[in-house]
């Protein structure tokens, strides 16, 4: 089992800043990637950006330029850094981890709010 807390949501304006951050304990030592999703009301959910273990990224053309995946293997926390947010950035966002043989882990969410 893995658990994944988010942390770092909240309302800020367009054109602000914020940082997600996910913290994973329990059984991580096969996790093969780690990823941010975003699901806004009556859309389905959507990925945002994935890191691997051996730190490729993957960034939805959405938020490419703007928003930025990182992770701290001594803290098993992955991070999302968002710049230039837009309204249209305004979801629920979800951490996940993969493993390489196994289930796919979900954290509980965190809103992030852009005003416009």
């Known amino acids: 089992q893995v658990q994944l807390v988010e942390s770092g949501g909240g309302l800020v304006q367009a054109g602000g800043s914020l940082r997600l951050s996910c913290a994973a304990s329990g059984s991580i030592f096969s996790i093969s990637a780690m990823g941010w999703y975003r699901q806004a009301p009556g859309k389905q959910r959507e990925l945002v950006a994935s890191?691997?273990?051996?730190?490729?990224?993957v960034y939805a053309d959405s938020v490419k330029g703007r928003f930025t995946i990182s992770r701290d293997n001594a803290k098993n926390t992955v991070y999302l850094q968002m710049s230039s947010l837009l309204p249209e950035d305004t979801a629920v966002y979800y951490c996940?981890?993969?493993?390489?043989?196994?289930?796919?882990?979900w954290g509980q969410g965190t809103q992030v709010t852009v005003s416009s």
């Open positions: 996940k981890a993969e493993k390489y043989a196994g289930p796919n882990y």
């Open positions: 890191i691997t273990s051996g730190g490729n990224t």
